[in-house]
């Protein structure tokens, strides 16, 4: 077990070092294929990891004391047990599918580069599967820092363009300030535990330890670090920006792994969040506002990606709000549904971008219809299970996350049902400029539109299949099913959330938010198959179609005086204070030194002069007795 | 204070040949007073204060100095500062330095009348 | 008499050579003040050995306890004959190159 384990992880490491430092020798068939191959040799070797899990139990592995000092020790080991052999299997799986499609959406790229790209995306897939193995929340650690790196070497992949820098960086950056939480959640939990392992922090008799404002405080900054990561209000201004790495990254990073590392990091420490009232309130609202918030700007956007950027941080939300209610399995069936279907939406993307050679605007488009039949239908596979229609997994997941939602809360269901509304709105609106209707575009784009290659539509037809039966995995009961999902994760929640809402109670629920959807998505696809959106003239459409200014706002607030504020520094300070006490001392040295020098002027008669002063001083120094100065005293008193 | 060799040496060396030097070289270099800039005027005082203060501080060491309480010079007497006993010492426990202070002397004229050949 | 009035008439002579050496510009005159302080020292050093031997007869008649002090003071002399004629033969010399014997125009030391 312990080899296997440590194969899943090394293979992704193997890829990275040899495609990074062969990247000026082999070819690019020979990249395509080891990066994919290794990928997928991982996900075998994930599979038997579950199977293991199933069949024995949770597993922990130890390799080696990481860290080890008398007063702390962290061991590096790793935890195979339902949550992240399940995750696992996503990881690797939609992985291998985007390393596929990646092998024919990038051949534009010279060898070099498309090695670059493989290793980067191959070192991505490593941090990620650190991030989800680690049995303490060090190893984690490390892993959210590489998945943060990785994204920021693929969105800044075109390096070239200066904009594309400033995208990464200010994703890295906003990583940044979620991670300070993290560490500081990481730092009280030493402080008060002196330990990081899960299964010495994630027990009753920790938590007694614990007073009730430290599990307040531990668990709000470890949602201020799952905000960064994960997108939420309000560090979710990156992820918009980052559609300006190649689609196949926005797919795997931006939709399916990176973004719900946050999840995954507050499902594993679910014990510390049920205890903590205040935490679950804040992560409940902060979740509903990003889901409404993103929902709003994604109406009005015009292009492809963005639209589905800002679908995705919608979607987080509704992740977020699912956590906060305590719906843990909901969120982590979510989670694996959305991986699906917001891979399948943003490759289909790609497809589409592929085809009409990199245009991006779907004002643009239409009709494409009868020109790309597959992707055409993929994503409208996609699009339905993102609505939240029956019998597509998207439906599941988001009801049972409403379900608990009206559990707790009347307020947060209502606020869900219209994010659901609008879900359905703009994914369908999205769908209609870009498919149905007449090419919008230029004739010379019309000319090239084809079918994209095998290898890109292999993983969109798996992933449109797994986003049509994925729901299978966790049918509540209400509906006959047995819901095996809440099963396996029943070893890692600690307080099982139960169905407290009658069988009717749910029927009714589940019909309400069928309904609304499915009128959502009429009025979408009537309004749009025909025109487009012109440029909005409501004030309030003008908010919505401007991110609702929040960039803005952020550039003024933040941005502006923290550079005013380094300015002042380097001109003041390190100008004048600084420099000036250094080059001061050097100009204090010269000018005594120039003083002192005209002593010595030549002239016989100075230098007995000083003879003369000097023994006097010698004199008084060295019989230093008083009755010297008292007989001068009694001399010149008398 | 009956040192009576060391007096005779001194009338005959300071008087006699000191003096008369300074007047041949004061004679031979004619020397005009008025011509001469002074030396300024707080040069002249520092020299002056560094002076009387160091007689004023070597005084007061002197004054509280107790071993020197009740010691007297003995004058009129004694038979030390005779030219007999200083003889004998001269030539018999100090008659190493005797030597050299000729050498000295040797050295010191030789000097003399290079430095003046030039 | 308390040696202590010898002492003090040496300390003044002393000192007003040193004030001399300080404040006179003449070469010669610096030279003369130099001598004086040599004189100064002599005497307050037959002082002392007067003292001493005075000290010392009491004990026992036939000492000579004060002879070393007298025997310093005769090879101070010689030493200050030999310095007066070198030191005048320069100052000839320096007379004869420069034409002045103000030590304010001796100061090839500086710098």
């Known amino acids: 077990m312990k080899i296997l384990v440590a194969f899943i992880i090394l293979w992704p490491l193997a890829g990275f070092l040899f495609n990074g430092l062969g990247r000026n020798y082999w070819s690019k068939k020979v990249i395509a294929y080891k990066a994919t191959g290794y990928i997928v040799a991982s ?37 195979i047990d339902a949550l992240s052999s399940l995750f696992l299997l996503v990881i690797t799986g939609v992985g291998s599918l985007i390393h596929l499609y990646s092998t024919a959406y990038m051949q534009e790229e010279s060898a ?29 650690f490390m892993g959210w820092e590489g998945v943060g790196l990785c994204s920021y070497l693929l969105i800044g992949y075109w390096f070239s363009n200066g904009s594309y820098n400033y995208a990464a960086k200010k994703a890295f950056i906003m990583n940044r300030i979620g991670d300070l939480g993290f560490l500081l959640a990481l730092f009280w939990l030493i402080a008060k535990l002196g330990t990081v392992s ?61 973004v719900t590392a946050g999840i995954y990091m507050i499902t594993r420490s679910n014990i510390l969040f049920s205890h903590s009232e205040i935490t679950q309130n804040i992560v409940a609202i902060i979740g509903i506002s990003t889901a409404l918030l993103a929902a ?18 919608s979607q987080l939300g509704y992740m977020f709000l699912g956590l906060g209610v305590g719906a843990y399995s909901g969120a982590v069936f979510h989670v694996i549904t959305h991986a699906f279907f917001k891979a399948l939406l943003f490759l289909g993307a790609g497809s589409v971008i592929h085809a009409m050679h990199h245009e991006q605007d779907i004002r643009k488009m239409g009709g494409l219809k009868s020109k790309l039949p597959i992707t055409h239908i993929t994503f409208l596979i996609g699009c339905i299970a993102i609505a939240g229609v029956p019998p597509f997994s998207g439906f599941f997941s988001k009801d049972e996350i409403l379900a608990a939602a009206f559990e707790k809360n009347k307020i947060y269901w209502v606020l869900g049902l219209v994010g659901a509304a609008m879900t359905a709105f703009y994914m369908f609106r999205l769908y209609a400029t870009t498919f149905l209707g007449k090419f919008r575009g230029s004739h010379e784009q019309e000319a090239h539109l084809h079918e994209s290659p095998l290898a890109m539509t292999l993983p969109l037809i798996v992933l449109a299949i797994l986003s049509a039966v994925g729901g299978a995995i966790g049918i509540p009961h209400s509906l006959g099913g047995h819901h095996w999902l809440t099963g396996q994760l029943s070893s890692i929640i600690s307080t099982p959330q139960e169905a407290h809402l009658t069988v009717s109670t749910e029927w009714i629920l589940m019909g309400v938010s069928v309904a609304i959807a499915a009128i959502a998505l009429v009025i979408a696809l009537s309004r749009y198959s025909k025109q487009t959106d012109e440029e909005p003239s409501s004030a309030i459409g003008k908010f919505f179609y401007h991110k609702w200014y929040i960039d803005e706002l952020y550039q003024k607030a933040i941005i502006e005086p923290l550079n005013k504020f380094a300015l002042f520094l380097k001109e003041f300070i390190e100008k004048k204070v600084i420099d000036g006490a250094v080059n001061g001392t050097g100009k204090l040295v010269q000018f005594s030194a120039r003083k002192v020098r005209l002593i010595q002027n030549g002239q016989v008669g100075y230098y007995i002069l000083f003879m003369v002063l000097g023994i006097i001083t010698l004199f008084i120094c060295w019989f230093n007795d008083i009755s010297i100065l008292r007989f001068l005293y009694t001399m010149t008193h008398s | 204070m009956n040192a009576q060799f060391l007096a005779i040496v001194n009338i005959i060396v300071y008087a006699g040949a000191i003096m008369v030097l300074f007047l041949f070289v004061m004679m031979l270099m004619n020397v005009k007073k008025d011509k001469e800039p002074q030396k300024q005027l707080w040069v002249k005082l520092t020299g002056v204060i560094a002076g009387g ?8 060491l002197v004054k509280q100095n107790t071993s020197f309480q009740g010691r007297d010079v003995l ?9 007999h006993p200083l003889g004998q010492a001269l030539f018999t426990d100090f008659v190493v330095p005797f030597e050299i202070s000729s050498v000295l002397f040797l050295s010191a004229m030789v000097g003399a009348v290079i430095i003046g050949k030039k | ?8 008439l040496c300390l003044t002579l002393f000192s007003i050579g040193v004030i001399g050496v300080l404040t006179r510009r003449n070469a010669i005159i610096v030279f003369m003040c130099i001598e004086l302080m040599l004189n100064a020292v002599n005497m307050l050093l037959v002082a002392f050995s007067k003292m001493n031997y005075g000290a010392a007869k009491i004990l026992s008649p036939t000492t000579t306890a004060g002879i070393d002090a007298q025997i310093f003071v005769f090879f101070i002399m010689v030493v ?30 500086k710098n």
């Not at chain 1, 070797?45 to 949770?58: K, L, R, T």
């Not at chain 1, 498309?114 to 990620?128: E, H, K």
């Not at chain 2, 203060?53 to 007061?60: H, K, V, Y």
């Open chain 2, 53 to 60: 203060s160091f007689l004023t501080l070597l005084i007061a």
């Open chain 1, 112 to 140: 070099p580069h498309y090695a670059r790209y493989f290793a980067y995306l191959n070192l991505f897939i490593f941090s990620m599967l650190l991030l989800v193995l680690g049995d303490n929340y060090i190893i984690m």
């Open chain 3, 80 to 109: 200050a004959a030999a310095e007066v004629s070198i030191g005048l033969a320069i100052i000839v010399m320096i007379y004869r190159n420069t034409h002045s014997i103000d030590i304010n125009f001796l100061n090839r030391l």
């Open chain 1, 198 to 258: 899960y299964s010495e922090v994630l027990t009753a008799e920790s938590l007694a330890k614990l007073s009730s404002a430290d599990i307040t405080a531990i668990t709000l900054f470890l949602f201020v670090g799952a905000m960064g990561k994960s997108a939420q209000i309000p560090l979710f201004t990156w992820l918009p920006d980052a559609m300006a790495g190649p689609t196949p990254v926005s797919a795997l990073i931006h939709a399916a792994t990176m």
């Open chain 1, 296 to 313: 709003t700007i994604a109406i009005k956007q015009n292009d492809i990606k963005k639209v589905l950027a800002y679908s995705t941080v």
């Open chain 1, 43 to 79: 996900f075998i070797a994930s599979v038997f990891a579950f199977m293991h899990v199933q069949n024995h139990g949770a597993v922990t592995v130890h390799y080696f004391d990481f860290i080890h000092t008398a007063s702390l020790t962290i061991p590096f080991d790793f935890k």
């Open chain 3, 1 to 8: 008499m308390p040696i202590e009035y010898y002492i003090f």
């Open chain 2, 75 to 83: 004058l009129k007497d004694g038979s030390i500062g005779l030219i």
